[in-house]
Structures are given as structure tokens and as C-alpha cells.
């Protein structure tokens, strides 16, 4: 029996910063961002919007009513949560109006833990062939205000539903590797992470090499905290793909910026979106990494007929329906964010969502965070 992907989604912010004004800010070149890690725009989170929020609208452009009477598991996969106790699962649960007999859970590995959501839910779909699983990543990445990362930013949410006889992809068993390493963390008296960034780089290809599985494949998706890790990694990786493949392999992370865990899934979407070859039937290898460390490298086959479930020309509208923000609008709202971040009570009454977003945060009341639909 295969199980796998039915239907993947993904939402990124509809703002974004182009590096060019993000180098003239900083006093660098912008070719440093541009060509060095390979980053053209970072996605800018609006104050009305939060993990929830981006979760619920990948989750919302994909799921039917059928999905969700099927739907009883919901796997939250962040390293951005907004609570130590609350998965932010059970507010997409109560938005998107699901049945009550589900099961949430938040589960955290800094960039990996959607990868081990996905193959966890594999799992529980094949004891439970008639169920379907709902595999969310959302995160902010956030280094704050002129640090080495800050060009590495971004934020977006992918949406994943895991079931048997998938449309999309059949997921394939992978090889993993975990070893406790001090390249990144964020303690919890901490804003912004601790990254040693050389250190982390060699992590991520020590552990490539580790699960390496020696097969050619025509594309191979990887994690990408920025653009040119792909480029990095298909340097140490056994069979390399060719420079073309690999521009379309980070194609949407140039555009997006670090989504810590939906990285991977979007660089899977960009070659779904971008290759010139008629995907159906080739496997595809995707290598996951998550600082502290775990790696692993697991396959995917992609299925006749997935352009059915998968609308190409709607991914890329996606991006390109985006506005452009300035230097002074990218400060404004992730100064809001950060204070957002750590406050108990917050009304939003001074900000208009985009015409595009249909789920908005409201309004926090001792921490609690209440949430609106848009009436389109």
C-alpha cells in the first residue's frame, strides 16, 4: 500500500524586502546576499499575521470538505512557537472548523521537525489506512536587527496531507543520523538565536555524507537556511545534480528567505512548479537537517496524474502577487513583531490586511490569542 503526500500547500507573507535595500541599509555590497548566500527577497510577517495565521492559510488552500471530515490527526511543526504549554495547532483546529475526535501535537527540532512529523505520519496512516493527517510547518525566522543572519531571514508555512493511495507523492522510508551538537539553539530567555553559522554549515554536510545514500536522482531537494546551502551541499553530496537543477532547487527560497522547517518542502514545491521534465513517476531524494543535529535523507515518488492535486500556476501567483515593502516599513513590522511576540495584550485596529489574506490575529487577551476569518 502506498502512503504519502495526497496534497502539499504553502503560504509566505504577502510583503517582502529585496536585498537591494536591505545591502544599502547595512553599508554592503549587495552582491554579498544576492550572489554569496543566494538571497534576492526576504518575506516580511505583517503584524496581523503569526504562525497560526500562515499555517491556517496553507492549510486553507488545500483542504476540502471531505479532507478534514477525514482529517484526525494535526502534527505542528515550529521552532517559532507562541506557547510553551498550547500547541498552536489547536487554534487551526477551531478555525478551520475541524471535528473534535483529532489528536494535536506540536513538535519541535529546529528545522527537522516537519520531516519527522511527515514520517511519523506515514506511519499512523499505515495502521490506519481510512485516516488522513494534516502536517504543518510554520515558523518566523528571526535574527534580529543588523546581526550576520539577518539577510538570512523570512518567514511561510507549508501544509501537508499525509494519507494512503497519496495523489501527489508516495514517501519512502528514510535514513537518519543524530548527534548533539552546540551549532545552533535558542534558550528561552533568549529573543533571537545563538547560530555559529561556520559550524552549523559543516554539521549540515557531515551529516549529508553520513546518510548519503549513493543514488542518482534527477532532482534532490535540501534543506536551505539560505539559498546557496543547496549549492553548497551538492558539492559533498555523492551524485550531484547539474548547476540548471539546482536553480530550480532553490529557486523559491531566493525568493522567500529561511522558513526554517517548511525549507525543505519548499524547495520540493519550486521543482514541482519549475521543472521543465514531466515529473510523474521519478523519484525525487530530499536530505532534512535540524541543528543540534539531525539529518536525514529520504525519497518521495512522485505520482501519475499529480498535476490534478497540484496547481503550478497557482504556487507561482503566489509569489508574484507579493508587494515590495521599504527598509522603514521591513523595520516598523518586525519591530512589532518582536514586542508582539512578548506581550499579553494586543488589539490590532491601525493595520489593514492584505486583500489576499483570509485568517488574521485579532487580538490577545491575557496571552490568548483570538483569531478572525476575512469576510471576502
Known amino acids: 500500500m502506498k502512503i504519502g503526500i495526497d496534497k502539499i500547500g504553502f503560504y509566505v507573507p504577502r510583503y517582502y524586502l529585496d536585498m537591494t535595500s536591505l545591502a544599502k541599509e547595512r553599508n554592503q555590497d549587495v552582491n554579498k546576499y544576492k550572489i554569496g548566500i543566494g538571497q534576492h527577497k526576504m518575506s516580511v510577517i505583517s503584524p496581523a499575521e503569526d504562525i497560526v495565521t500562515m499555517a491556517l492559510e496553507a492549510a486553507n488552500s488545500i483542504l476540502t470538505k471531505e479532507d478534514k471530515a477525514a482529517i484526525d490527526t494535526i502534527l505542528f511543526a515550529t521552532e517559532t512557537a507562541i506557547d510553551y504549554s498550547k500547541a498552536a495547532g489547536n487554534y487551526v483546529h477551531r478555525m478551520l472548523g475541524l471535528q473534535h475526535n483529532i489528536r494535536i501535537l506540536e513538535l519541535k527540532q529546529a ?7 511527515l514520517q511519523l505520519a506515514l506511519d499512523y496512516v499505515r495502521m490506519q489506512p481510512d485516516k488522513k493527517v494534516l502536517v504543518l510547518s510554520s515558523d518566523v525566522a528571526w535574527y534580529g536587527f543588523n546581526t550576520p543572519g539577518e539577510a538570512t531571514q523570512g518567514a511561510g508555512a507549508i501544509a501537508m496531507l499525509v494519507s494512503a493511495n497519496p495523489r501527489l507523492a508516495q514517501v519512502h522510508k528514510g535514513t537518519f543520523t543524530t548527534e548533539e551538537l552546540p551549532d545552533f539553539y535558542r534558550p528561552s530567555y533568549q529573543e533571537i538565536p545563538t547560530v555559529d553559522g561556520h559550524l552549523s554549515i559543516r554539521c549540515y554536510n557531515d551529516m549529508l555524507k553520513r546518510v548519503d545514500p549513493h543514488t542518482n536522482f534527477l532532482y534532490t531537494c535540501f534543506h536551505m537556511p539560505f539559498a546557496n546551502m543547496a549549492v553548497k551541499a551538492n558539492k559533498v553530496y555523492s551524485h550531484p545534480i547539474s548547476d540548471e537543477k539546482i536553480e530550480v532547487v532553490k ?21 514541482l512548479s519549475l521543472a521543465k521534465e514531466n515529473l510523474e513517476n521519478e523519484t525525487i531524494g530530499m536530505f532534512s537537517y535540524g541543528s543540534g543535529a539531525i539529518g536525514e535523507f529520504f525519497s518521495l515518488t512522485i ?16 509569489l508574484d502577487d507579493r508587494d515590495e515593502i521599504n527598509f522603514e516599513t521591513y523595520q516598523s513590522y518586525m519591530s512589532f513583531y518582536k514586542e508582539k511576540e512578548v506581550t499579553h ?29 476575512v469576510s471576502k
Not at 529557486?251 to 521543482?271: C, D, M, P, R
Not at 489574506?357 to 478572525?372: P, S, T, W
Open 303 to 318: 505520482q501519475e496524474g499529480y498535476e490534478k492535486v497540484f496547481n503550478k500556476d497557482a504556487m507561482l501567483k503566489h
Open 111 to 117: 528545522c527537522y521537525a516537519a520531516t519527522g512529523s
Open 345 to 373: 495584550q494586543f488589539i490590532e485596529s491601525d493595520f489593514t490586511p492584505h486583500a489576499q489574506n483570509n485568517f488574521v490575529l485579532e487580538q490577545m487577551i491575557q496571552g490568548h490569542r483570538i483569531y478572525k476569518k
Open 251 to 271: 529557486a523559491f527560497t531566493q525568493e522567500v528567505g529561511n522558513i526554517y522547517n517548511g525549507s525543505l518542502f519548499l524547495s520540493l514545491i519550486s521543482v
